[in-house]
């Protein structure tokens, strides 16, 4: 059976946004219709030969269309995708999604699994976020008037093994140890000016440990880097 268009995953994923009732930037969309268009981790990727069946770990997956792209119009071969977000509204989008595309079309997206936590260097079961549109929630240790809602949480050292780990560093993030995650390929994306200056200063001065393979420059504060990690 064809796969589904990609007008179709783009209708769908908006469909489920509005019967939510949630609030998105319409840049967002705008930028999830390209990511549906060209996914984004196969272009990262078209210059490396990979034979294997990858395992992907996404830290802030959202409503997953990340992983809906690449599952449905990539050209990776995916073994299984774990993602993690501490927006519950995201979360139950995209399983909602993931039940469409197996009663109404046949798609199995068993191996796709999507958590509804925060990941962070924080020991605690549970952390608060703010609320915020889609893609946009921020995380605290501690409850205020802002970070009101509470969030299931993950140390970053307990995660599953992975080939490919996909994150964003936008607050908290910026404390997680790359060292202390089992991957072969990072996808990062940095949103400030310390997030950026750290992460070259942590892993550009490794260079028997890690690898900065590409790095593309968005805009003054936002910068993309694909990062290899030595065995």
């Given at each position: 059976m064809n796969n589904p268009s990609k007008d179709f995953i783009y209708n769908l994923i908006s469909e489920q946004i509005k019967n939510k009732k949630a609030d998105i930037n319409p840049e967002h969309l705008t930028m999830i219709k390209r990511r549906?268009?060209?996914?984004e981790v196969s272009e990262w990727f078209k210059d490396i030969e990979i034979r294997k069946k990858l395992k992907v770990i996404e830290l802030g997956c959202s409503f997953g269309f990340l992983a809906i792209a690449e599952s449905l119009f990539g050209k990776l071969l995916i073994k299984g995708w774990k993602g993690y977000d501490c927006d519950a509204t995201a979360i139950e989008i995209i399983n909602n999604i993931?039940?469409?595309l197996d009663s109404d079309h046949q798609i199995n997206l068993d191996k796709y699994e999507f958590t509804h936590s925060?990941?962070?260097?924080f020991k605690s079961k549970s952390v608060y976020s703010?609320?915020?549109p889609l893609l946009s929630s921020r995380i605290a240790k501690t409850k205020s008037k802002e970070f009101n809602q509470r969030v299931?949480?993950?140390?970053y050292e307990k995660l599953p093994a992975g080939d490919i780990l996909l994150m964003d560093i936008e607050g908290e993030e910026i404390n997680i140890d790359l060292d202390k995650i089992?991957?072969?390929y990072c996808i990062l994306e940095t949103n400030t000016e310390q997030a950026t200056n750290k992460i070259i200063k942590d892993y550009m001065s490794r260079a028997k440990r890690f690898k900065i393979i590409k790095n593309h420059k968005l805009t003054k504060d936002k910068n993309l880097f694909f990062i290899r990690k030595k065995i």
């Amino acid at each position: 059976m064809n796969n589904p268009s990609k007008d179709f995953i783009y209708n769908l994923i908006s469909e489920q946004i509005k019967n939510k009732k949630a609030d998105i930037n319409p840049e967002h969309l705008t930028m999830i219709k390209r990511r549906i268009e060209t996914p984004e981790v196969s272009e990262w990727f078209k210059d490396i030969e990979i034979r294997k069946k990858l395992k992907v770990i996404e830290l802030g997956c959202s409503f997953g269309f990340l992983a809906i792209a690449e599952s449905l119009f990539g050209k990776l071969l995916i073994k299984g995708w774990k993602g993690y977000d501490c927006d519950a509204t995201a979360i139950e989008i995209i399983n909602n999604i993931k039940s469409i595309l197996d009663s109404d079309h046949q798609i199995n997206l068993d191996k796709y699994e999507f958590t509804h936590s925060a990941v962070t260097s924080f020991k605690s079961k549970s952390v608060y976020s703010n609320n915020k549109p889609l893609l946009s929630s921020r995380i605290a240790k501690t409850k205020s008037k802002e970070f009101n809602q509470r969030v299931p949480n993950i140390n970053y050292e307990k995660l599953p093994a992975g080939d490919i780990l996909l994150m964003d560093i936008e607050g908290e993030e910026i404390n997680i140890d790359l060292d202390k995650i089992s991957f072969d390929y990072c996808i990062l994306e940095t949103n400030t000016e310390q997030a950026t200056n750290k992460i070259i200063k942590d892993y550009m001065s490794r260079a028997k440990r890690f690898k900065i393979i590409k790095n593309h420059k968005l805009t003054k504060d936002k910068n993309l880097f694909f990062i290899r990690k030595k065995i």
